[in-house]
Every structure is written in C-alpha cells, then in structure tokens.
C-alpha cells in the first residue's frame, strides 16, 4: 500500500463514519480517530510521512473557514463575555499550568519548549465538541460559546505556540518581544481579514456561475492564511476575521443557489479535511509509539499528569468563570448565552475534547533548530500530545452522551420554538406586505389574489407550523399534505423526463452539451407551492 491509498482510504473513512455514527450514536471524529489506529498497525500499511511546515497551512485553514461559516459576528459580540473567559483567559492559564507540569516533569527541556506545548494541547477542539453537542441535542447557548470557544481559543493558542515555538527555534526569548509580537500579530492579522474580506465582497459578483464564487470561497482561506503569515501576522485571526466578515456582507436574499450550493459544498470539505486529520491522530499514534518505544513507561506517568492538570484546570475555571459571568449578566441586565447551572458547566467542562488543532501543532512541531541540532524533545511533546488527545476524545466522546442524560441537561425547546414561531410570523408579514405593494401597483385578478394571500400565510407555517391558527391547522396540514403528493407525483415526472434526456444523450448524433443544459434546466425545476 503506498501513500496515495492510505490518503484515499482516510477519505473514504471520513464519509463513511458520518452515517455509521448516526447508527451507532457515537460521533464521527471518533470513529475515525479509531479507524486510523486501526489501519496503524497492519504490517501493510505504510508509515505516513508528512511535512511539518505543510500540516498547519494545508488542515486549518478550511477547517476554520468551515467553522466560522456556521456563527456569525453578532453571535460572537452577544456571546463576547463568556468566549472570552474561555478562548483567551482559559487558554493562557491552561498553557501556563502545562508548560510548569511538563518542564518539571521532562529533565532538560527548555522553558519555551514546554510553553509550546501548554499552548498545542490547551485549546479543546470545536468540530469535535459541537459534533457531539448536535447528535446530543443540547441547550443552543450552549452550542454556540463551545463553537466561539473552539474558534478563538485557536487563535490565542496558535499565536503563542507560534512564538514559543520560535524561540526554541532561535535560541533566544524575550518576554517584551514575545507581547509586542502577539500584539502586532493580531493587529495584522485583524487588517488583512478585513481588508480580504472587503476585496472578496466587491470581486464575489463578478463571478456569475455559482461553481465559480464556490470554488473562489475555497482558495479565500488558504490565501487569508499565506498573507498573514507572509506579513508576520496570526494566520488563524486572519481567517477568521475574514469569515466573519463575508458572513457579514452575504445580504443577497435572491442568491438561493449561492447559499445552497456553498453549504452543502463546505459540508462535504469539512467532513472529508476534519476526518482525515481525525485519522491521522490514529495513523500517528503508531509512529509516534516506534520513536518513544524505549521510554514510554517513563513518558506515560508525565502524560498522565498534563492529562489531570488538562482537564482539572479546566473544571477549575468554569465554574468561578460560570458564576462571575452570570453575576455580571445579572447586574448589568445582559443577555450574553452562558450555562445558568452547574450541570450545564460540568457538560461544557467533559465537552473540552481535544482534536484537529492539538493534533496538527504537534505534528508541525519543527525537526531542527538553526543551529542545526534536533528540537529537544520533539518525539516526547508529541507523544504527551497525542494521549491527550487519544483520552480526551473517546473517553469524553463515548461518555458524554451518558452524562448529559444523567444531568437532565437538554435543549430548551419552548424558548427554541418560541424563536421559530416570531422568525415564521415576520417572514409571513413580510410577504404579505410585499404582496400588498404589488396589489397597489398592478391589478390582480381575485383568483390570482387569494392564492398568494394563502401562499404568503404558508410561508410561515413551513417554517414553523406552530404559528398556525387552531382553527386554519387542519386545513392547513391538509393542503400541506396535497402539496407533498403533487410534489411526489410531480416527481415521478420530472424522473421520466430526465431518463428520456438521459437515453437521448447516448445516441448517435447527439450534443452532450446541449443534453446536460437540458438537464440542468430540469433539475433546476421545482413545483410552486400552494394549490
């Protein structure tokens, strides 16, 4: 087997966890965590060798573009308070308490080497831990600090594992230099994703096909990240910034294929990059075991230790954190989405699984310093790293279902229900007050009339068919459910005529271009609504 076939069936492994998860009611990243330690140790199977400078460049950036296409700026500025407490304070305490455990623990190791790795294992994983939060059903506020915490907790932990890592690199550290650097990083980075954004925004219309402005979304963040890290910038801030502000400016309410095509497009990336670095935690976790063969009792103990420190500072944050930011919330009259009880804490606390961000700042970890000699203890950070992520991830993966069933802790589904029903009314008057600018401005006939006034209404109850009057539900549901058989009917039809198109594309003579618009036009067909 070389290394295309593995690479190949990582891919194809990432797929195929998603619905086998769904079956088995574990979540994907574990499944193909465990499916690359699976394949490690088959004899055939050969040792996947990967280029330290290319990992970060090439796994994060779409897996952060990703992310940061699912929240949006105001949901980080609503949610500022607790994001903060948990992706910047939390961050640098957990980085500190490592780098103390860990240099204390590995006789000769640098002090900045040991920072490096407080910083690569301090961030939780947000793929993982909103995975897991969705297949779980919990409270949206809930989801929503855990994907803001996954999203900048990277940003505060690769800027400093980025400057730790070049002072173990240059031999040399300061502590005034290292702040002016993350400053200057970060002010930056915050220029060049406004500034790409803002590009992005006026070049996005010149592309008509929706292909195009799709495949264009795709080079944004690999550009983003090589910018910012050609101007000595944070590459992960410059991404986000970037997302964040494209989120922004897609106003567009007639762009329906754009947004289609772009969510299911960034879905199928996200899952094929996420499950491949998910697999290479179990590929790596081989190698990783061959180069610490000769002392990994002794470097288990250590690990063990930056596994407790891990995980107990964790749990030692959130809960004065949990209560200082309620109390606040409850002085100042805010609305800031953070656990209102100890048990939704304890399940953000167990939701902390580390993953693709650990796992690829472990891997990029330099092979050399200048003056030529081996990083010090490069094969030890990496082994650390990997328990951590091994432990965290299919222990609190497999376990946090259980523990959020035994603490109760569910989605507030009046207030989820509540949202939905004001967001269908608005949507419904909306319509109707366009339909009555419409009626202002031309005649329609008062067939013509009713059947939109009754469309308008229905719009509203597909989004959210609690909105619908007591007396108009079953009348409601009934249509609803004519308009689903003429839409199967209709189905049928359209199939019968797409099979004709397709058996007239194989005869002699025939135009395959013009067979495939035909086809597209087709597909592009959809029954109206409303009978």
Do not use: C
């Amino acid at each position: 087997m070389d290394q295309l076939t593995l690479l190949l069936i990582l891919l194809l492994g990432a797929l195929v966890t998603v619905p086998l998860g769904e079956r088995l009611t574990l979540p994907p990243p574990v499944l193909t965590t465990v499916l690359g330690g699976l394949l490690a140790f088959l004899p055939f199977v050969p040792r996947l060798e990967l280029d330290p400078e290319l990992i970060l460049p090439l796994v994060l950036p779409p897996v952060l573009f990703a992310a940061a296409r699912r929240t949006s700026w105001r949901q980080f500025t609503a949610n500022l308070r607790p994001i903060l407490l948990l992706a910047v304070a939390l961050v640098f305490v957990t980085t500190a308490a490592v780098a103390a455990v860990t240099w204390a623990a590995l006789p000769g190791l640098p002090v900045a080497a040991a920072i490096a790795l407080g910083a690569l294992v301090a961030p939780p994983d947000p793929i993982a831990a909103t995975a897991v939060a969705g297949q779980l059903g919990l409270p949206r506020r809930m989801v929503s600090v855990l994907a803001g915490e996954g999203l900048f907790n990277d940003v505060a932990a690769i800027t400093m594992y980025n400057v730790a890592v070049e002072a173990v690199v240059s031999g040399s550290f300061s502590l005034g230099e290292a702040l002016l650097d993350l400053l200057l990083s970060a002010v930056v980075a915050i220029a060049v994703g406004l500034a790409l954004g803002w590009v992005t925004a006026r070049l996005r219309p010149l592309f008509g096909e929706v292909t195009l402005r799709v495949g264009f979304t795709l080079v944004l963040p690999f550009v983003a990240w090589t910018v910012a890290e050609q101007l000595h910038g944070s590459a992960v801030l410059a991404v986000l910034v970037m997302a964040l502000y494209l989120g922004e400016q897609a106003t567009d309410p007639d762009d329906v294929a754009g947004r289609l095509t772009g969510a299911s497009f960034w879905e199928v990336v996200d899952t094929l990059v996420t499950g491949v670095a998910f697999g290479l935690i179990g590929l790596e976790l081989h190698s990783v075991l061959d180069t610490t063969g000769h002392r990994w009792d002794r470097l288990l103990p250590t690990a063990t230790l930056v596994l407790v420190v891990v995980l107990g500072v964790r749990l030692l944050w959130l809960l004065p954190a949990a209560w200082l930011t309620q109390w606040v919330r409850k002085r100042a009259h805010s609305t800031d989405d953070v656990p209102l009880s100890r048990r939704e804490t304890v399940v953000m606390w167990w939701s902390g699984m580390r993953g693709v961000a650990t796992v690829a700042l472990a891997l990029a970890l330099p092979l050399r310093v200048d003056d030529g000699g081996a990083f010090p203890q490069r094969d030890a950070l990496i082994f650390v790293a990997f328990v951590i992520v091994l432990v965290t991830l299919v222990a609190q993966g497999l376990t946090l279902p259980r523990l959020t069933v035994r603490l109760g802790v569910r989605a507030d589904r009046d207030v989820e229900e509540a949202f939905g029903n004001e967001l269908a009314l608005r949507a419904s008057r909306a319509a109707k007050r366009r339909l009555a600018e419409i009626e202002r401005r031309q005649d329609l006939p008062e067939e013509v009339s009713e059947a939109l006034v009754r469309r308008a209404y229905d719009i509203g109850v597909r989004i959210s068919p609690g909105v619908a009057e007591d007396r108009m539900r079953q009348s409601t549901v009934e249509r609803t459910r004519r308009v689903r058989e003429i839409d199967a009917l209709y189905a049928e039809l359209l199939a019968a005529a797409r099979r004709e198109v397709l058996e007239v594309r194989s005869e002699p003579g025939a135009d395959p271009e013009l067979v495939d618009r035909a086809l597209r036009e087709l597909d592009r067909t959809s029954l109206p609504h409303g009978i």
